[in-house]
T-cell receptor, first 113, second 114 residues
């Protein structure tokens, strides 16, 4: 079945450094790739997404890149701040047919002050 | 606009008991789904629905039932609770869009089976 692999499972960075989280998906029909941030005890919240007709998207300190040929996509956070500490999930979805969202296993990001 | 509403937020069940987690959305979204979240396992899809009267199984459907009689509601039933079903459950919804659409989560339901 479809699956999404996410690495690393934990990531610690110094405040101000960059963080990169990588995901690989198996379903070649996936065409929508959102990233969610989940703080402790809270629901996941969308932070950025990318569609298959775009290779890169940026929103302030956050960027996502997509390589459809390799079925890889990555989240880049620059100038990290303590409030970026959270669990981040990637997901892959087909925007037709089943519309299923399959999530990665999450990355716990710790930004050290 | 309440978004996605889940109840109850916390529940303790005894092994063998049944219960229903309620989920309602007021955004007229066609797509609704249930996920469970366990440490180190991410968000795993239990069941999903692409519209009223249509449901299908996700990755981990065993021990759970769903129905979708209206666009707004998508309850999740635990038939005979087991300790392995101790988890955090999230209901989610999204509109159907050929280019992909944001999935919105409820606040979560913390379930403990003893």
């Amino acid at each position: 079945g479809e699956n999404v692999e996410q690495h690393p499972s934990t990531l610690s960075v110094q405040e101000g450094d960059s963080a990169v989280i990588k995901c690989t998906y198996s379903d070649s029909a996936s065409n929508y790739f959102p990233w969610y941030k989940q703080e402790l005890g809270k629901r996941p919240q969308l932070i950025i997404d990318i569609r298959s007709n775009v290779g890169e998207k940026k929103d302030q300190r956050i960027a996502v890149t997509l390589n459809k040929t390799a079925k890889h996509f990555s989240l880049h956070i620059t100038e990290t701040q303590p409030e970026d500490s959270a669990v981040y999930f990637c997901a892959a979805s087909r925007a037709s047919g089943t519309y299923k969202y399959i999530f990665g296993t999450g990355t716990r990001l710790k930004v050290l002050a | 606009n309440a978004g996605v509403t889940q109840t109850p937020k916390f529940q303790v069940l005894k092994t063998g008991q049944s219960m229903t987690l309620q989920c309602a959305q007021d955004m007229n979204h066609e797509y609704m789904s249930w996920y469970r979240q366990d440490p180190g396992m991410g968000l795993r899809l239990i069941h999903y629905s692409v519209g009223a009267g249509i449901t299908d199984q996700g990755e981990v459907p065993n021990g759970y039932n769903v129905s979708r009689s209206t666009t707004e509601d998508f309850p999740l039933r635990l038939l005979s609770a087991a300790p392995s079903q101790t988890s955090v459950y999230f209901c989610a919804s999204s509109a159907r869009d050929i280019s992909g659409n944001t999935i919105y989560f409820g606040e979560g339901s913390w379930l403990t089976v003893v």
